[in-house]
């Protein structure tokens, strides 16, 4: 059985503050892949001063069990962006993110896509152009575990 490590929000918060010091090429919009990569497209839209911050969602696992292949949709509109950053917040065997640049560089040839997430682990089969740190286990993300370990739901709080 593979550790699990929780990543909570002040980890997090640093490893971003490290990712932002490694990107050293400009971009005009950021690319979060859904889900893992939102917040982190969200708060690096924030830093950056972008409000071409986009999403693109793929399936390629269910709970901890990888799917045989990938699945890509709700590929977004990107009219006038000229170089892009596609943020995850882990490149676990690379399948997804060999996935969507295959499907935005066939639909956007023209725009230069850059990489970006805060682990890596050096068997995936595809290195993105910045990252933080290799993972030592599963990594249990705050925004996967905090809601799912609360105790009281909103039906059970007076609104």
Not at 28 to 37: E, H, K, N, V
Not at 143 to 158: A, C, K, M, V, Y
Request: hydrophobic residues 40%; without cysteine; charged residues 25%.
């Amino acid at each position: 059985m593979t550790d699990k490590i929780y990543y909570g929000y002040e980890a997090y918060k640093e490893d971003l503050k490290i990712l932002i010091s490694k990107i050293d090429q400009p971009f005009d919009a950021i690319l979060g892949i859904a889900r893992g990569g939102l917040s982190m497209a969200q708060m690096l839209g924030e830093y950056y001063h972008l409000r071409e911050v986009y999403s693109i969602n793929t399936i390629g696992y269910e709970d901890t069990q990888k799917n045989d292949t990938v699945e890509v949709f709700n590929i977004p509109n990107l009219p006038s962006a000229k170089v892009v950053l596609i943020v995850d917040d882990i490149i676990d065997s690379g399948d997804t993110l060999i996935e969507v640049l295959a499907v935005l560089n066939t639909k956007y040839p023209q725009i230069l896509f850059y990489t970006a997430s805060l682990f890596y682990k050096k068997t995936a089969k595809i290195t993105p152009t910045w990252y933080v740190k290799e993972p030592k286990g599963w990594i249990d993300f705050f925004w996967s575990e905090d809601l799912r370990n609360e105790t009281h739901g909103i039906n059970d709080r007076q609104l």
